[in-house]
């Protein structure tokens, strides 16, 4: 009886031996020059220009993201409207729906409708410019399809304007995509422009619109130095400028900008299709030698169609932030990118849509963003920003 027990044993774990071998197996393996953290991302060596260093990011697993419509795509199909609150009223919607109180324009209220049948998604930093004033989302969140007006949490980018430039809100020409071409047969459509970290993470983590400002006001003067001596014209110009969006449309400073994002760009872009397969989803950002943010995302799909809008947001980073450069490597990436342990969490949830959860650890913050929609369950969007 107890060698017949044995043998049952012996065999259960030679069954278990090999079952696991089988899972190790088909696990991807790290290649030379990359680093594997315990949630299956392995950061790759770095694509570098100038100050800026850009570590790519790749996943063992991707998710089905297809479903998910970018705010470009729906304020280039017209599916998406941003107005002030006391506008929304007038549009026009499919069902009876309850009505947004509020009906007075304020700085940190905008409504959006989602009138596609897929559910949108928006991410924090990215800027509608229009209405009263230029605004910046101030969280990552999901809006189901067809939805309700929904309250946005924004904040101003645009100190001292207060007067309605149109009822509703777009994509600024600091930021033109691909996807306009194809669509119109013409010229390439803009894009929200994404602001760079430090005004992104302003938003984010501080929520103070004092702050926000006071982080606007700061990215315009170091600008303005940067430009005094080259073009003091230009210096006059971008002083002058109280709008974020407008400051990043000038001419010569999308010429500083480009000067250090297009070799990133291309570079990452061309990085991208070569690891289609093995799920390139994101990127660990350093300037001056110091990781300052992370970007991952679901899929390689998604982080394809944020990327232009992301390497400029880091590229204006770089510009106004001048010190004695230093390299960083593949292993500081990587520690960065897994710290995620907190010493406190704050849980926002939206029942059966999304769930937003924002970690605060020793020395950084990061932003999860899940998906709860049908059939999803995972994490759309990762952020991470060093304090």
């Known amino acids: 009886m107890r060698s017949s027990l044995s043998l049952k044993i012996f065999l259960t774990l030679v069954v278990l031996g090999i079952v696991n071998g089988f899972v190790l197996l088909d696990q991807p393996k790290a290649q030379a020059g990359e680093v594997t953290s315990s949630a299956g991302y392995k950061v790759l060596e770095p694509i570098r220009h100038g100050n800026l260093t850009v570590f790519p990011v790749v996943a063992v697993k991707s998710y089905p993201t297809g479903e998910f419509m970018t705010l470009d795509e729906g304020l280039r199909s017209g599916d998406v409207v941003v107005t002030e609150a006391g506008n929304v009223q007038g549009l026009v919607r499919r069902r009876i729906m309850p009505a947004v109180r509020n009906e007075n324009a304020q700085v940190n209220r905008l409504v959006l409708v989602n009138n596609s049948k897929r559910p949108l998604l928006l991410l924090a930093g990215e800027v509608v410019s229009g209405g009263k004033q230029d605004r910046v989302i101030g969280k990552d969140r999901i809006v189901p399809p067809e939805s309700d007006p929904v309250d946005l949490s924004v904040f101003c980018v645009e100190p001292g304007r207060w007067v309605a430039t149109s009822d509703h809100f777009g994509a600024s020409e ?142 204006s980073e770089a510009v106004v932030t001048r010190a004695k450069e230093v390299e960083v490597g593949p292993s500081q990436a990587q520690a960065f990118l897994a710290d995620l342990e907190g010493r406190r969490e704050m849980i926002e949830s939206e029942p059966g849509i999304y769930r937003h959860t924002e970690i605060t650890g020793d020395g950084f913050k990061a932003f999860a963003l899940t998906s709860l929609l049908p059939k999803t369950g995972f994490e759309v969007h990762i952020a991470k920003m060093a304090e």
């Open 174 to 315: 600091a930021m033109y995509g691909n996807a306009g071409a194809s669509l119109h047969g013409n010229a390439p459509a803009p894009m929200a422009l994404m602001v760079q970290p430090s005004v992104r993470g302003k938003a984010m983590a501080a929520k103070d619109q004092n702050q926000v400002w006071a982080e606007v006001r700061k990215q315009q003067q170091e600008m303005v130095a940067v430009e005094v001596n080259s073009a003091p014209a230009v210096a006059g110009e971008i002083a002058q400028t109280s709008s974020y969006a407008k400051l990043n449309e000038n001419r010569e400073v999308r010429k500083q900008v480009d000067a250090v994002a297009k070799p990133i760009e291309q570079n990452y872009q061309s990085l991208i299709h070569q690891l289609h397969d093995r799920n390139a989803v994101g990127v660990v950002v350093a300037v001056n030698g110091r990781i300052i943010w992370a970007d991952v995302f679901a899929s390689t799909d998604l982080l394809e169609k944020y990327w232009p809008k992301l390497v400029r947001s880091y590229a």
